[in-house]
Each structure stands twice: as C-alpha cells, then as structure tokens.
C-alpha cells in the first residue's frame, strides 16, 4: 500500500521527473561542450621498502606489512608536501617565461604586466628554485608573484588537484599520475615532481643520518670515557688495597683457615689424649718408686726439659712460618736429640731393681715429651687461625666494593659496544646512497577519451537521482490523509464515501444530472455522490434534518452539499437545501435563491414561497458575521425547522466549518444527522484534533465522513 502511495506521488509529479533532469543535461552539455582534450602521463618510482634485493643491511628479513603500509603513506604524503609542488609551480613559470613554445598561453594578468615585471618575476622564480623556499605571502611584492602562479594554474592548490599518487598493489613501486590540457605539459609536471621529490628525500635521509652518526660518535665518545674511567676507579682501588685477585686470595685464605682449623683440633685431641695416658701410666707406681726414678735422671731430665722448651719454640716458629721445610729441618733434629736423651735416661734405670717397669716410664717419657709438642702447638695455631680470619674478614668489604666497581665498568662496556654497533650501522648506512629511484620517465600521452557524454549522462542521472531522494523525503515526511482508510484509522471514525478532485468552474450540476453530460472525472464524481447518498440515506432512516460540515474552510461542502441535494432529488424526493454558512454563503450566491432563511425565521415568507415543486428548495442567507442563534432564539428554529421537517423529505444544511466554534455546533445541535466532509491530501493537526474528538463526542448523531479531492488517476480505480 505504501509502495503504491509512493508511486503515486512520483506519477503526480512526473513532469518534475522529467523537466529536472533535462534542465541539467542542458546545462551540463553548455558548460561541457567547449571542454579541451585532455592528457595523461604516467611515471613510476621504486622505493626499495619491500625489495629484498635492496636490503643489503637488514639482518632480519621478515617484513610488518603494516610498518611497510605506514611507510608508503609517509612516502606519499610527503610526495604532497607543498614545497615541493612550489618548486614544481616556479620551474613551470620559468618554462613559460623563457621557452618559445609555453605549455599555457599568458593569463589576462600576465599579460597585463610590462618586461621588467616579468624579468623581475622570473629572477624571483629562479632564486627561490636555487634556494629551495617557498614564496613569502607576507612579502607584498613576492604576494603579487603568487598571483602570476595563481592566474596560470600553476599554483600549488591546482596541481594537487589533477596529480594522482597511489601504491601500485602490495609491491615496491609507486605511481604517480597527471592529467592536462598539453601533454608535454603532464610529462613535465610529473618528471619535476618526482626529480625534486628524490631530491627532497635524499636530502632529508641524509641530513637526518647524518645527524644521527654525529650524535652517536659523540654519545660513543662519552660511553668510552665514562667506561675507561671506572676502569681506572678499580684500579686504582686495587692498588691502594693491595688486591691482586680477591677470588684467589679469598680461596686461599679459606683453604688455610680449614687446615690450621683441622690442625688445631687434631693438636686439642692429642693434648687430652696424652695427658690421660700419661695419667694412667702414674698410677702404676708407688711413690717409692718415683723417688728413685727421680733421683736417678735428674740430671738427664733437666737435660730432657730444656731440649723440650728448644723444641716448642721451633714447633711455634714452625707454625708460623706456614710449615717451613728448613725450620721443620732443625725441628726434626730437635726430635732426635729430644729422644736420644730419654734414651740415655732409660740406660740409667738398667741398674735400677725397678727394671721391670723400664717399659712404663719409657713410654711415659715418650708421652710426656709428645704432650708438650702439642701444646707447643696449640697457641701458634691458635694465633695463626686468628689471623687468617682477621684478615679474610677485611676482604669482605672488598668484594663488596670490587663488585660494584666491575659491575659499573660491565655495564658502561656493554653500553659502549651497543653504541659502537650502531654507530657503524649508521655510518654504513649513511655512506650508502639513497634507494628510492625514478625507474619510469613520464612521456607524453594520447588524449584521453572525451568525458562529455560521460558528464552529460551524469548530470541527468543524478538529477533524477535527487529528485527520487527528494520525493521519497516529502514522501516519508507527509502525514497526509489521501484515501478512506487513513482517514478512518486516524480518526477512528467512519467513512462513508470519498468523492474525487474536480473543477468545480467547469462542472454544470444540472446536465451533470439531467443530461449525463461529462467527462470520466465528472462521471465518477456523479456515481460517487450516488454512493454517498445511498450510504447518508441508510445513516438517516426515518430522519430527516442533516447539516453538513468540515473541520476547515475550503473543504467542498457547498459542491457535496448541492450534489447530494441533486442524488435525492433523482430518487423523487422533495429536498430542501438550507445555507447556514453566514460567513460565506456560498450556496446563496451559487443557486441565486431569492428565498432567505432570515426571512423564514422571522414569518416573512410562507411555506408555500420556499417550496419550489419539481425542483430542489433552497433557502439562502444574507451573509454577515452572525450565528443562527444570535439572529433567533433556538426555542424559535426548532419548531421552524420542524415544521419543515413535515413538508420535506430531506433537508440539508450546509453549516460553516469546524474552526467557528459555536457557528458550526449551534447547527449541530439542531441536527439529527451530522456529515463531515475532508479535503484529501491535508493533516490532522493542532486544532483539528480537538474538533475531530468532538464528533467522535457526538456517538450516532455523527453519520460519517465524506472524504472529497482524491485525486483519481491510472493508479486509481475509477467506479463505473
């Protein structure tokens, strides 16, 4: 249903379907048709991004294709920098300034300037090609120059325009593009652009490696003293500490601190071993028998003791010089002569009737002398382990500090190699030459094919386009009623028969009626008022004072009213048509009446003056801002209209619209049947809302709507 809404809307306004589009193939083909030839040329650069070829210096040969993507925008993008179009623009100005044959005649402006100016201009031009910089607009007379390029259409903002730089594909290459009026024109642009581009990059590359192989020497400089002088810190404090190699002197030092440990403890275990040996040797003898053995080796046992002292000191000396084989030398012969004494004091004891415990007091002897060698021990050792631990204690520190020195000097030297690894890269880098390269000379090209018709079409086709997007809004938008059903929906009222759009200037309800005259639209306009009175007819029963009415003005109540009278008076019945419009008494002035119900009212006329006998009655107004109970009381129009209730078979009452308020309801209130007529094609809206309620108020009195001004078409049904 929509759909077919819409349809109808576009065969309503076909002609603008129509006329729009060719307004704009016309004007098109004037604006068009005096477009030159145009030319392309076509060049192409490598970049050596994604050229494995190339890479000479990439150790990882995987490629991010994003980073590659980034890279090409970048390459692109700084193919459009405006100073590099500038230059473009100034080497086709000095083309033109100095060449016979210029790609572009002499703009107005051109033209207009003498020689000097000119000589002037292409000095300019020529100096800023030199220099590499752009014009200064803030510099009057370089302003005016700007407008040389600008009246040429060799500034910069139009090059860009007509220049096309893309990526070919996922590849290593790079196009670019231009199109113009004189092909050699086109192939001078692109050949400059991309020369003064390779120019650029190679400059800016270079410049920028540059700047990075100076910093890094410098930071490589700095990485080398700062390591070289923590080198030296640590030597330094090597040399003031006497520290050769801490991780030798500290395992040296362990090593010895667990062997004189061991050797103490052997030498504590000897002491208590002897000392109970010899203890228990003691209780072997009486005390008789150690007078005797006294008495006999005095002599030797002094003897014996100072050679035991001799021995201990030589055991201490021993010791402390860490087991020295010449002092263990004379220790042995100490030993030697320490035992030919006890020797010596075993002989004297042969005589002795004790001989039977010679064996005891030898190895009392024996023990006794290996008891003081142990604890001639003891002490050096002891002294000895104090010392070694003492000093492997003042090592500790040092390992501390030794650590934090080689850690710094680690960490500085592996700063340095970084540093001089990239610093050779770039230097390599830097002494390579640039990889991008022109590897296509644009030349010029063929014209290209003409884009006329191509615009021709366009300019139709979109126009079209738009008008279909225009309709489709005012489509879409529209919250108008257009046929029976809407109106029955958004009301929520009945509809009892839609009448069609018609000229009322050209429509003559008597022949319409008595003749049969009349053309399709007029013919349907009769069958459809047959429909709307058969419909008001079975609303009505045995009623007979209908008023006609409309929410606005404009509506067509007069035109259905007067049909209406017209459909009753062709069934044979006696009808009387009542103008109670006095705003606009438009029945009066249509029908001519020369009966008013003014008159009626106030007993001027009699009954049989308004009965008109085979015709339809009408009773006019003379108009005036009044209502019909402001002229007479309702206690007076009610028997009026009740007397001619008698006399008629039906009475309609055409009745002002909607929006006079009580002008429009005082009728209602005399009415039996109320009929509402809508115009087609308008909204529901505001006040209209508040009198549509009220005839959903009015319950059986309101009959229904006549809805008038559909429009009837080839989409619409026409009855029969």
């Known amino acids: ?70 890279q090409f925008s970048n390459l692109i993008e700084m193919n459009r920098l405006k100073r590099i179009f500038d230059q473009v623009s100034f080497q086709l100005m000095v083309h033109d300034l100095t060449s016979d044959k210029p790609f572009r005649p002499p703009s107005k402006l051109l033209n207009e300037i003498g020689p000097e100016a000119r000589a002037h201009a292409l000095e300019v031009f020529k100096k800023h090609i030199v220099s590499k910089e752009p014009l200064s607009l803030f510099d009057k007379d370089q302003f005016g120059i700007n407008q040389l390029l ?141 007078r005797y053995l006294e008495s006999v080796v005095v002599d030797v046992n002094q003897s014996v003791i100072a050679t035991r002292d001799r021995l201990r000191q030589v055991t201490n000396d021993l010791v402390k010089s860490n087991f020295d084989p010449r002092i263990k030398e004379k220790q042995d012969s100490l030993r030697n002569e320490l035992e030919s004494k006890v020797l010596e004091s075993t002989d004297r004891l042969l005589v002795s009737p004790l001989a039977n415990k010679q064996l005891l007091v030898q190895q009392k002897l024996n023990l006794e002398i290996a008891l003081d060698q142990a604890r001639s021990s003891i002490d050096p050792l002891t002294s000895e382990l104090r010392r070694l631990n003492e000093k492997f204690d003042m090592l500790v520190p040092h390992e501390a500090l030794i650590q934090s020195y080689e ?28 990889q991008l390269r022109q590897i296509e000379m644009a030349m010029p090209g063929p014209a290209q094919p003409s884009k006329k018709l191509l615009l021709v079409a366009l300019a139709g086709i979109i126009s079209f386009v738009f008008c279909l997007a225009a309709l489709f809004v005012i489509f879409y938008l529209d919250d108008s009623i257009q046929n029976a059903t809407e109106l029955a929906n958004k009301t929520n009222l009945p509809v009892l028969a839609y009448l069609p759009y018609i000229n009322t200037s050209m429509l003559d309800l008597t022949n319409l009626w008595k003749n049969g005259e009349g053309n399709r639209i007029t013919i349907a306009f009769k069958n459809l008022l047959r429909s709307l009175r058969f419909e008001v007819e079975r609303e009505m029963g045995n009623k007979k004072l209908l008023v006609v009415t409309s929410l606005t003005d404009g509506e067509g109540k007069t035109l259905i009213s007067l049909g209406l009278a017209y459909a ?99 009728w209602v209130v005399l009415a039996e049947k109320v009929v509402a007529i809508y115009a087609a094609g308008t909204t529901i809206k505001n006040g209209k809302k508040q009198s549509v309620q009220y005839l959903y108020d009015l319950g059986d009195q309101f009959a229904g709507w006549a809805l008038n001004k559909v429009i009837i078409n080839r989409l619409n049904k026409i009855p029969k």
């Open 407 to 434: 850690g710094s000097v680690d960490v500085a030297g592996k700063e340095y190699l970084d540093i001089q690894n990239r610093f050779n890269q770039t230097s390599l880098e830097s002494s390579m030459t640039v």
């Open 150 to 290: 600008i009246s040429m259409g060799y500034d910069e903002p139009t090059l860009q325009k007509k220049i096309i730089i893309y990526r070919v594909n996922n590849s290593d290459f790079i196009d670019f593009e231009y199109e113009s009026e004189n092909p050699f024109l086109s192939a001078f642009v692109i050949n400059t652009l991309i020369s003064e581009f390779v120019d650029f990059y190679s400059n800016y590359i270079k410049g920028n490696q540059q700047k990075a192989v100076n910093f890094l020497d410098m930071l490589m400089k700095k990485k080398y003293d700062s390591m070289t002088a923590k080198m030296r810190l640590l030597r330094d404090y090597k040399i003031r500490n006497r520290v050769l190699n801490l991780n030798e002197q500290a395992k040296s030092l362990y090593n010895q601190i667990a062997d004189y440990e061991s050797r103490l403890q052997v030498a504590l275990k000897d002491v208590e071993a002897y000392q109970g040996a010899i203890r228990g040797i003691e209780k072997k003898f009486s005390p008789q028998d150690r």
């Open 568 to 666: 009753y008076s062709m069934v044979n019945k006696r009808v009387l048509v009542i103008d109670g419009n006095f705003d606009q008494p438009t029945i009066s002035e249509t029908t001519g009446a020369n009966t008013y119900l003014e008159d009626y009212l106030k007993n001027r006329i009699t009954l049989g003056e308004i009965v008109k006998e085979g015709k339809i009655s009408v009773l006019g107004n003379r108009g005036g801002d009044t209502s019909i109970f402001e002229f007479c009381d309702e206690s007076i129009v009610k028997p009026k209209l009740t007397y001619l209730r008698d006399v008629f078979d039906i009475i309609i009452i055409e009745a002002p619209s909607m929006d006079k308020l009580n002008k429009s309801r005082e």
């Open 1 to 70: 249903m929509e759909l077919q809404k819409f349809f109808l809307l576009l065969y309503k306004r076909k002609y603008i379907l129509l006329i729009v589009p060719m307004i704009a193939v016309f004007i098109t083909y004037f604006l068009v048709r005096k477009l030159p030839d145009t030319f392309k040329s076509r060049s192409r650069i490598s970049t050596g991004l994604v050229d494995q070829s190339q890479q000479f210096l990439e150790t990882n040969k995987t490629q991010d294709e994003n980073k590659i993507s980034q």
